[in-house]
Each structure stands twice: as structure tokens, then as C-alpha cells.
């Protein structure tokens, strides 16, 4: 499920076009698949109107409604701004639609299935008062309400929006446009679901999807013992912080760490060990690796969780970076603004929209608005891994991969929910053979872990200790989507 941005699909458009398949048969696909989409969501006893703008959005609509008569559906045109120009690719379906002997009103009629082709990926802030008020209108119609590519009145990529068609759900063209993952205007969208439109997809930006975790997630064979995995190193909990630490810890374990060594301090350590008898601890951990010393044998470290910011960081991440081989999680104090130079493994860094805003100079309202790009663009000039949490937690890598995570909810948006996180990433670390496909998994994993809890619970009462607990049954089903992939 690939993500597009609008320049992205106007150059889609473009090439297709120049290599011999124009927009007319583009819409001619989109019409096609929207068909498909929708016929199995109603039924021929439900009318259906489809509101059609004059550019290409509106196109796809009239397309849909040909292929919703011919197949005896009770479908209705509704042109707000009058027909789309005679010689453009929607003009030319319009005439072809009444060549088949059906017709398209400026008159509106109330239908059980509301469908929304008015404004798509063209659409440019701010809205025309003429369009707002037809979005307000149809906002008001007591009816299934269905999108085309994107609700109306939505930025395609900054999710920019005044007056929106608020739909029920959207049918998407050929991949996600960037607005479908940031807030508000993701509740615009409703349910969403991609539809084919006959091209191949070429985007490196895509939804890390459930499936792509079962594919990726290692098996675990029947000869593993507790070296099979490699030790992880977590540099975490302070006095005042030691909660961070076993959040942190009881994520890895849960995850499946063979072995864990926690550096902290004795009064953390102390406060700890009982409930995470599982680890061995290092204590003053954090001061030993900022001297350079580090335990043998390390299949991967994270710091952070629990740490402040202090003169010794600087020198512990130093430690921690020069191990070329050492995959690295840096998480919480750990994050700071500072230049990376490339390095075999790509230091991942966990920041939240307040961190990102810290170390890029940019806005949080700035990076908020375009989190795919924000996040993609640091990864590429710094040479690291972002994980930037959140609402769809964007993962973006130095190669220009960017993974947006489908799973989660608010019940995540809790003191130490970030701690378990990079537990479970330091863990995926240890067990996966490509970074890639830990972090993934671990954004996965840990974004399940709410939309397990909101299953019995509700959002607010879920707490970051309850992340390690709910990780078992989430593996399970991971495990599951695992076995059935194999
Ligand atoms: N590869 C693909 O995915 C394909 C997708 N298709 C569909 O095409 C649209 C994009 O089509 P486009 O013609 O570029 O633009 P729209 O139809 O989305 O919008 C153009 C109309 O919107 C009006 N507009 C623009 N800004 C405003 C505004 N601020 N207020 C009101 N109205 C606005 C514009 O009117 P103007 O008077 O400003 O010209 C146009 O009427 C994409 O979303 C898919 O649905 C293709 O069909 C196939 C390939
Ligand atoms: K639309």
C-alpha cells in the first residue's frame, strides 16, 4: 500500500501519458475499480447520486456512474459547477456517459449512497465559498457517504482543510495520499481501501502493513537457546527515573531479548531488579560507556529511556557510534541535536513531534504537517533511521524508504509508552537479521499492543505498563499472520 504525494501522481500522470496510456483511460481504470470497490458495499435496491466536480475527480465519478447504470444500479449525476470542459478526459466520458443514453442533473438528489467525486489531488487551499457550501450541504444528507481518492476539500499532502466532506469511507487511487495519515484530516477519510488503476507502483513511501509484518517476523526454530539472539544493551533509569528502565526492559523481554543487560544506576537497579529478574545490571553503566567501556559480546544497544541530558551523553553516544557494527537506538535524553557521519548501521533515532522540532530547528506545527517528508528528509541528511512517534508513527531511512505504522491509537499518547518502545526495538534489533524489517515490526508490535487494549478498554485507562503485558497476545497473532504467510 504505497503512499503519493500530489507532485508525485501529476508525474505518474505524466509518464504514463508520454509512454502511450493517457488520463482518459486512467479514469477509465479508476471508474472501473471504484465500481468494483463500491458494488460490494450496496445494494441495487439503494439510489446512489455522485457529486461531480469539473476536473479529473469528478471524471472518475462520472466513469463509475456509467458503470453503476449498465449494471442496473439506481445512479444519479449531480455537476454543482456545471459539466466539466467538452475536451477534457471528463468531458469526454460525460459526452460518452450520454452517447449511452443516460443523463447528469445541476439538480441535487437525495440518494441513500452519497458519493463525493468533487475535488481530489487538484484541489488547492483555500476553498471557493461556492464549493464549501455544496460540501456543507452534502455533509448534511443522511447517507452512506463514499470519497473518490480523497474527501473534498482536503490538501492532498499537508491535509489542509476548512470545509471537508466528511466520508464514511474512501476509495483511494492507486495509493494513500499523505493527508489520510495526519490529523485532523485523517477522520475526513472515514474507512479507506486502495484501488488499482492499471499502474505499476513505483513510490519508496508505503504503509507498513500487517501482512509485511508476518512476512518479516523470524521464526523462531525449536533448537533456539538463550545465545541464539545476542545480547541486548540498555543504557536507561536514573534515581529519579527507574520506572523508564523497566519499562523499557520488560518491552525487550516480552519481545523476545534472549539476554538483557540493563546499565543504570545501583539505586535503579535496585529498585528494579525484582520485577525484571530476567536481566543482568550493569551498574553506572551509563558513566562506564562514556569512559568507552562497554560489555562484551553486544548484539545492540539503546540509550535514553530515563537519562537526561548531561555532559557524559555526549560521550556515551560517541562509545556506543564508534561500534560500527552496533545497531543503536537512541531514545529520549539521548536525542540531541548533534551531525551524524555515515556508518554501517544507521544510529535509529525515536524522537517525538517535541524532540524532531529540537534537533531540526523546524516547527512542531511545521513537521506535524508533513511528517512523511519531515522525517524522510532528516533521515537522508543526517544518514539515520527516524522513528517519529505520534499518531502513525513514520519510520524514514537514509535510502529514502519511508514506512508510515497503521496500528495505534491514543491510548498510547502516555508517559513511558516511548520507554517500552525502544525496549522493543533494542529486542527486534536482536532477533532480526534487517534493521529495516525490526523497526518496522516494532512500531508494528507496539501500536497493536493499544489496538488490543481498546478491544476491552478504554483509551484513557490503558497505562505504559500495560504495553509489556499486551505484547504476548499481539505476538501471537503476529506469529500467526507468520505461519500463514509461510
Ligand atoms: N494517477 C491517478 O491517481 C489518477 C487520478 N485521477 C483523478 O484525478 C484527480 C486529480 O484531478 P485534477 O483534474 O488534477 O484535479 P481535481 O479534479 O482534484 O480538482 C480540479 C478541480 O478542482 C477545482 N479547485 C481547485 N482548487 C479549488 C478551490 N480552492 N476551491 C474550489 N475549487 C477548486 C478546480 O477548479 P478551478 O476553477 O480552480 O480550475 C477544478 O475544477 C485525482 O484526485 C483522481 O481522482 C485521474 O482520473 C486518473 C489518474
Ligand atoms: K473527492
Known amino acids: 500500500m504505497h503512499i503519493y504525494s500530489e507532485k508525485e501522481i501529476r508525474e505518474i500522470d505524466h509518464q504514463a501519458e508520454k509512454n502511450g496510456l493517457p488520463v482518459f483511460t486512467l479514469m477509465e481504470n479508476a471508474g472501473a475499480g471504484l465500481y468494483k470497490a463500491l458494488a460490494g458495499k450496496i445494494s441495487k435496491r439503494q439510489t446512489v447520486c455522485i ?159 500487517g501482512e509485511d509484518a508476518g512476512m518479516t517476523l523470524p521464526a523462531i526454530h525449536s533448537t533456539a537457546h538463550k545465545g541464539t539472539f545476542g545480547t541486548g544493551y540498555l543504557l536507561a533509569g536514573s534515581d529519579t527515573m527507574p520506572g523508564s528502565a523497566l519499562l523499557a526492559a520488560k518491552g525487550a523481554i516480552r519481545s523476545g531479548a534472549g539476554k538483557l543487560i540493563i546499565g543504570t544506576s545501583r539505586f535503579a537497579a535496585g529498585a528494579i531488579a525484582g520485577a525484571v529478574p530476567e536481566a543482568t545490571y550493569e551498574i553506572d553503566g551509563f558513566y562506564k560507556t562514556a569512559k568507552g567501556k562497554l560489555p562484551d559480546k553486544i548484539k545492540a544497544a539503546a540509550i535514553g529511556p530515563g537519562l537526561e541530558e548531561e555532559d557524559a551523553m555526549e560521550r556515551c553516544v560517541k562509545t556506543l557510534l564508534a561500534e560500527e557494527d552496533l545497531p543503536v537506538v537512541l531514545d529520549a535524553g539521548a536525542i540531541q541535536k548533534r551531525k551524524y557521519s555515515k556508518r554501517k548501521i544507521p544510529p535509529i533515532l525515536t524522537p517525538h513531534p517535541g524532540e524532531m522540532s529540537r534537533i531540526t530547528g523546524l516547527s512542531i506545527e511545521d513537521i506535524q504537517s508533513r511528517r512523511i517528508e519531515a522525517a524522510g528528509q532528516y533521515a537522508k541528511e543526517q544518514h539515520v533511521i527516524v522513528v517519529l512517534k505520534g499518531r502513525h508513527t513514520v519510520m524514514a531511512f537514509p535510502d529514502g524508504d519511508v514506512y508510515v505504522n497503521p496500528t495505534g491509537n491514543a491510548a498510547l499518547a502516555k508517559g513511558g509508552s516511548g520507554d517500552s518502545l525502544t525496549g522493543i526495538i533494542l529486542a527486534f534489533l536482536c532477533t532480526h537479521s534487517s534493521i529495516k524489517e525490526a523497526v518496522a515490526n516494532a512500531v508494528y508490535l507496539h501500536g497493536s499492543t493499544a489496538d488490543l487494549w481498546v478491544e476491552s478498554g478504554g483509551e484513557r485507562s490503558m497505562a505504559a505498563s500495560d504495553i509489556p503485558e499486551l505484547i504476548p497476545a499481539v505476538m501471537k497473532k503476529l506469529e500467526e499472520k507468520r505461519r500463514r504467510a509461510e
Open 51 to 209: 457529486a461531480a466536480g469539473k476536473g479529473n475527480n469528478g471524471g472518475d465519478g462520472i466513469v463509475l456512474a456509467r458503470y453503476l447504470l449498465i449494471n442496473g444500479y439506481q445512479a444519479s449525476i449531480y455537476l454543482p459547477f456545471g459539466p466539466p470542459d467538452e475536451s477534457s478526459p471528463a468531458g469526454k466520458h460525460l459526452a460518452y456517459l450520454r452517447a449511452c443514453g443516460y443523463n447528469a442533473e445541476t439538480e441535487w438528489l437525495h440518494a441513500d449512497v452519497l458519493v463525493d467525486a468533487l475535488l481530489g489531488t487538484g484541489f488547492h487551499p483555500p476553498l471557493k465559498e461556492e464549493a464549501a457550501g455544496v460540501i456543507r450541504a452534502l455533509n448534511e444528507e443522511k447517507a452512506m457517504k463514499v470519497s473518490i481518492d480523497l474527501p473534498s476539500g482536503i490538501q492532498a499532502d499537508t491535509g489542509t482543510v476548512n470545509e471537508g466532506f466528511e466520508a464514511d469511507f474512501t476509495l483511494c487511487l492507486h495509493g494513500f495520499k499523505p493527508s489520510a495519515f495526519l490529523m485532523p484530516s485523517e477522520r475526513y477519510y472515514g474507512e479507506t481501501e486502495v484501488v488499482d488503476i492499471g499502474l505499476p507502483q513505483t513510490g519508496n513511501k508505503r504503509v507498513w502493513s
